[in-house]
């Protein structure tokens, strides 16, 4: 069973990578293959699908879509270019640390189905190629989730099972998350320095953006305003985020949140919205490779594979540090390839079971080893975070289609650089 579940996977793994055929059928064929072999049984296979992660992205999905029809997209698109005065730089500098900050303190595959499409829009209507700026999206939003107690699956795992609060995450892991943050400011400016070039002492460029941004302003400010809808929808944007970030005092679930959220717009504004059309503005191909993607990792999770590969770190020495380094790098690891959740979820008996070994001041850096192997490894391939495969189907949606190994030769370097930068900071607290 163990070698049926290996192959299956590193199959739809490798066919993913080359694309033959679209992720969403590949991802969906492994699953299939995981039933019929006999790997999982077909209700162990549906209880793999994590539908909280499924309805989540759906509800978004609707309500941002229904958002977009008040025109408050196209508003902020037209504001964005003024600010920024079509300077890349400064669009790129805007739009990666709203994407860390929103990331932080929502969920980072919320942030994305937000920023990614105003992304495109604003490139697009200048004339560029808004890839780069949708990577560093994605790196950003994986960085800056790894922050706190909400902005990403992992740590809320953790979270639950150690008691730490959000301050503790935060206090604990501002370091190297800030660490990591300025690093790749100073990469992407100092890679990108052409395509970041101020345009201010360039008479001709300055003259382009000028016409550029006129030209956003004429294409986007004939698109109907209508003043009611943009109250209603920005109150229910406000009021969705809000319910994201008092999750631990209402106890609702977030894609109950994001529902009610797109529900309550729709009925606010039924004169204004097709609700038809917004079910069919879902990206149903993303949704499906996620559940594709779960059973295939329920697969290899039933195997024993991760929970033999857990113990095996716990018990290949007593050092402490070597102990942390190990698991933040098998954990960076594992989650470029896998979803992190089932490796920390079987990750956490484990360390619990080792606690009384250690002080407890020293078993606190074990766990937020963990936290950054986990959230910042899937920084390293496309299929490596919700985030990332979000953000891929958006950017092809939006005319400007990401490969695997497109994204992975950007990132790979990216992820090990930042491992490298939290291996230090590990090093050092626990001296």
């Not at 609702?252 to 504004?269: C, D």
Request: proline share 4%.
């Amino acid at each position: 069973m163990t070698f049926l579940a290996l192959g299956v996977f590193i199959s739809a793994f490798l066919l993913i990578i080359f694309e033959p055929w679209d992720k969403s059928i590949i991802a969906l064929g492994g699953a299939i293959l995981m039933v019929i072999l006999g790997v999982l049984s077909p209700e162990e296979a549906i209880l793999a699908v994590e539908f909280e992660t499924i309805l989540l992205l759906l509800g978004m999905m609707m309500l941002v879509n229904m958002a977009s029809k008040s025109g408050i997209l196209s508003w902020l698109n037209v504001h964005i270019a003024t600010l920024t005065r079509g300077n890349p730089l400064a669009i790129f500098f805007f739009f990666s640390l709203l994407t860390a900050v929103l990331s932080a303190f929502l969920d980072n595959v919320t942030t994305v189905i937000l920023l990614v499409p105003l992304t495109i829009e604003l490139l697009k209507g200048m004339g560029r190629d808004p890839r780069l700026y949708i990577f560093a999206e994605i790196i950003f939003s994986n960085v800056g989730g790894a922050l706190t107690l909400v902005g990403d699956p992992p740590n809320i795992i953790i979270g639950g099972a150690t008691g730490y609060s959000f301050l503790d995450f935060i206090q604990n892991l501002w370091g190297p998350i800030t660490a990591c943050i300025t690093f790749l400011f100073l990469f992407f400016f100092l890679k990108n320095k052409k395509q970041f070039r101020p345009i201010a002492d360039n008479l001709t460029n300055l003259t382009l953006a000028t016409l550029l941004i006129q030209k956003i302003k004429h294409k986007f400010l004939k698109i109907p305003l209508h003043k009611g809808f943009i109250i209603k929808a920005i109150i229910v944007l406000v009021c969705t985020i809000t319910g994201f970030l008092l999750q631990e005092i209402i106890h609702l679930p977030a894609f109950i949140t994001a529902f009610s959220g797109a529900i309550l717009l729709g009925i606010i504004s039924a004169s204004h919205i097709d609700i038809h059309h917004s079910f069919r503005s879902v990206e149903w191909a993303t949704l499906f490779f996620f559940a594709g993607l779960f059973i295939m990792v329920a697969g290899i999770e039933k195997t024993g594979l991760l929970e033999t590969l857990s113990h095996w770190l716990v018990n290949t020495t007593s050092n402490i540090t070597y102990l942390a380094l190990l698991i933040l790098w098998v954990s960076g690891i594992v989650s470029m390839v896998l979803d992190n959740i089932p490796f920390v979820t079987v990750m956490i008996p484990v360390i619990l079971g080792i606690q009384t070994q250690f002080p407890e001041t020293q078993m606190a850096t074990i766990w937020w080893a963990l936290s950054l192997g986990a959230c910042l490894g899937g920084n390293g391939t496309l299929i490596g975070a919700s985030a990332n495969v979000v953000s891929a189907n958006l950017a092809r949606k939006g005319g400007y289609p990401i490969s695997f190994m497109q994204y992975t030769k950007f990132s790979f370097p990216l992820t090990i650089c930042m491992l490298i930068i939290c291996s230090v900071f590990i090093y050092f607290h626990l001296l």
